[in-house]
């Protein structure tokens, strides 16, 4: 799916930003993609007997198949994570955490960091997800699962809002954990655990069987997180203009800077950077945004591939053009109006590439805006 749907589906299908946080949900969770509903729906199950979810899912991000899955694995044997060595706590655009194995639980690199938090998608041998659906022929064979571990910033994590869960506790820290299956649904599994002081780290999985992941897995796999070296979220491009009230949200490597890293990185999407308003929630979170946040706009490189080509111009709050003698796709879309039609195209013109195949031309998100 090219990101011109995704706004058309987020201008159409979305709320006024005048209306309720619940409103806002509700809308964003018509549009979503298959493969997340089984997380937004964790998420939501925490949050029903207490308040409306903080965390906004709009929109889904760009459709990928299974062609175009950049493959940047945690090793498949039954390892554990090695020893820290670094501090899980660093800079909002650093990566703190590296991808480890329990078992058959494989945590992935983290592949969005920002304000809120990091984000590394999960795998289980023997399962699928949607990055490989022509895999799935037979569910009861070869089960689907969605997961993700998000490593949450001091006070970003609304843990007192998990609503029916269980105290327990991982490596010596407190932990929630909470499991939900409905009839026909799958099986849903969240374990919250303080990390560090009023910071939180989340596993979430959605899983069409019982024990892939089981609860003992989840907590095993959360008690094997270190901290390692930190490194910086670098981008494919500098960044001449900003708007005016606009700061940097978070940054996805190879993917959007959403909930969407669940899926895991994708080789034909390079960066994904979100810009919002000073205004969006960065605590009170029951789970990270989706793709598209309400009044953000977003720089997506990626490449330009005949089963999903870029249109140069604009059209319904995106703007594209091509690079690098039409192989590279750059674009800035803006949700709900938020950037008008110029202010968009001054984005766009002030995006200067990298070389997109050379991760050594990259620039640290911190130093690429040139403003």
Known sequence: ?????????????????????????????????????????????????????TTTALAPARHRTGKDVAVVAAPSSPTVAKPATGALLADPFEFTFSGYSVGPVHVQNPIVAGNAYQIAAVTVDGTTDGRH?????????????????????????????????????????????????????????????????????????????????????????????????????????????????????????????????????????????????SGLAKSGLLGPYDNMMWGAFQIMISANTPDAPGTPGCDSGLCTRLDDGGKVTVEVASNAGSLSKAETMKVLNGIRLADVTDAGTWVDIRTALTR
């Open 1 to 53: 799916m090219r990101m011109h749907e995704v706004v058309d589906m987020a201008t159409d299908d979305g709320p006024p930003l005048n209306v309720g946080v619940d409103d806002i949900v509700a809308s964003g969770r018509r549009v979503q993609r298959r493969r997340r509903t089984g997380l937004a729906v964790a998420v939501a199950v925490g949050a029903v007997a207490a308040v409306a979810v």
């Open 133 to 277: 659906p022509g895999k799935v022929t037979d569910r009861h064979v070869t089960p689907r699962l969605d997961a993700s571990l998000a490593l949450y910033r001091p006070g970003a994590y609304a843990a007192q809002r998990l609503a029916g869960a269980t105290s327990t506790t991982v490596a010596g820290h407190r932990a929630l954990k909470m499991e939900h299956h409905q009839s026909g649904g799958p099986w849903l599994r969240t374990l919250a655990w303080e990390y560090a002081p009023n910071a939180w780290a989340v596993l979430d999985s959605s899983a069409d069987r019982a024990d892939l992941p089981s609860m003992r897995q989840l907590e095993a796999t959360a008690a094997a997180l270190t901290g390692s070296a930190a490194r910086p979220v670098t981008v494919p491009f500098r960044l001449s203009y900003v708007p005016a009230g606009y700061d940097v949200f978070a940054v996805g490597d190879h993917m959007t800077g959403s909930l969407d890293a669940v899926g895991g990185p994708s080789a034909t999407e390079y960066s994904g950077v979100f810009f919002a308003k």
